[in-house]
Nanobody
């Protein structure tokens, strides 16, 4: 499956953005999907996860502010980000893995074989 992110932008602190990830291929509904982010000099970290049953998982740092969703008819994954803070500044990547993942793997980059090219989100104070 090929993934292409869009929606990255520069916003003020407290602002909102919606990232999109378009997936090519007719097996999208059989994959679980996730958003990761990587800031300069830091490791890639898991942000949010969703699978075909609609189960979700979030990093503690974004709970209550970010929402992951998907539109299977459009083969598109979304990340709705509210109350953005400067520490949310990073390159955001969507990722896909076949089937569903155990909880301990859902936000770990090693579990995902398919990645998009990234979308830059910059939050200024």
């Amino acid at each position: 499956v090929q993934l292409v992110e869009s929606g990255g932008d520069s916003v003020q602190s407290g602002g909102s953005l919606r990232l999109s990830c378009a997936a090519a291929g007719n097996t999208y509904s059989t994959y679980c999907m996730a958003w990761f982010r990587q800031a300069p000099g830091k490791e890639r970290e898991g942000v949010a996860y969703i699978d075909s049953d609609g189960s979700t998982m979030y990093a503690d740092s974004v709970k209550g502010r970010f929402t992951i969703s998907q539109d299977n008819a459009k083969n598109t994954l979304y990340l709705h980000m509210n109350s953005l803070q400067p520490e949310d500044t990073a390159m955001y990547y969507c990722a896909a893995a076949p089937g569903r993942l155990s909880a301990w793997l859902r936000l770990r980059p090693i579990a995902y074989a398919h990645w998009g090219q990234g979308a830059q989100v910059t939050v200024s104070s």
